[in-house]
C-alpha cells in the first residue's frame, strides 16, 4: 500500500544546530514527493518538491529511490523554523500525508 | 489574487446534527481535496474531486460527503455529527496531479 512515513513526532534542537527531518514513503510507481510546512496558526504551504532540487530557507531534500527516503535537512537551524512539517506523496491523483514532525528549536 | 478560502473558520455543534464546511477556491484548480488533522494522524483525506460531478472517497471517508456542482466549491458534509469527528478540517485544491496544493486556513470543528 502507499504510504508516507516519518517516524519522528517531535524534534528538538538548539539555534545553529543541524536538522534532518525523516521521511519514508512506499509507493510502487516514480514518486513525487513534497515537503509542506504549517507555522504556528498558519496554513500548510508547500516547503519544496524533489524535482526543483531548490533550497528553500536553507532546507534541501534529496530523494534516495534506493532507501525511498526524502529526509528534509538543514545545516543550521533558526528559531523561525520551528513548526510542523508534513512530507506528502503524490499517489496517481491524491495527495497523501505523513503524520508530520514538529520540529522546535530552542534559542 | 487566487485564494481557497474556508468557512466557518469555528464551529461548536451537537452530536446528531448535519454539518456543512465550506470551502470555495479562486485558483480554477479542478481538484480539489478534504483533509482532517489530529494529533498523532496527521492529514488524512477524507474525499477528493478530480473536477465537477466527481467525487471521490479517501482514506476516512465514514460519516462524511461532498458534491461539485461547480469548481470553485467543494463543501463537506457531516451526515450525523460524532465526537470522533472534532478535529481542524483542511481543504486544498491543486492544478492537477504532482503539483503543488494550496490550502484553506482550517476551519476547527467541536462536537459536544
Known amino acids: 500500500a502507499q504510504r508516507v512515513t516519518q517516524p519522528e513526532k517531535l524534534l528538538s534542537v538548539f539555534k545553529g544546530a543541524p536538522v534532518e527531518l525523516k521521511c519514508n514513503y512506499s509507493?510502487?510507481?516514480?514518486?513525487?514527493l513534497f515537503w509542506y510546512v504549517q507555522y504556528s496558526r498558519q496554513r500548510l504551504q508547500l516547503l519544496l518538491r524533489h524535482i526543483s532540487r531548490e533550497s528553500i530557507k536553507g532546507f534541501t531534500a534529496d530523494l534516495n529511490k534506493g532507501e525511498t527516503s526524502f529526509h528534509l535537512k538543514k545545516p543550521f537551524a533558526q528559531e523561525e523554523d520551528s513548526a510542523m512539517y508534513y512530507c506528502?506523496?503524490?499517489?496517481?491523483?491524491?495527495?497523501?500525508f505523513g503524520t508530520g514532525t514538529r520540529l522546535q528549536v530552542f534559542p | 489574487d487566487a485564494e481557497i478560502t474556508q468557512s466557518p473558520r469555528h464551529k461548536i455543534t451537537e452530536t446528531g446534527r448535519q454539518v456543512t464546511l465550506a470551502c470555495h477556491q479562486t485558483w480554477n484548480h479542478n481538484n480539489m481535496f478534504w483533509y482532517r488533522q489530529d494529533l498523532g494522524h496527521g492529514l488524512r483525506l477524507i474525499h477528493y474531486?478530480?473536477?465537477?460531478?466527481?467525487?471521490n472517497k479517501g482514506e476516512v471517508s465514514d460519516g462524511y460527503s461532498v458534491s461539485r456542482s461547480n469548481t470553485e466549491d467543494l463543501p463537506l458534509t457531516l451526515e450525523s455529527a460524532a465526537s470522533s469527528q472534532t478535529s481542524v478540517y483542511f481543504c486544498?485544491?491543486?492544478?492537477?496531479?504532482?503539483?503543488?496544493?494550496?490550502f484553506g486556513q482550517g476551519t476547527r470543528l467541536t462536537v459536544v
Open positions: 474531486s478530480y473536477g465537477v460531478q466527481d467525487t
Open positions: 509507493y510502487s510507481g516514480s514518486p513525487e
Open positions: 486544498a485544491s491543486s492544478e492537477g496531479a504532482n503539483t503543488e496544493a494550496f
Open positions: 506528502a506523496l503524490w499517489v496517481t491523483d491524491k495527495l497523501i
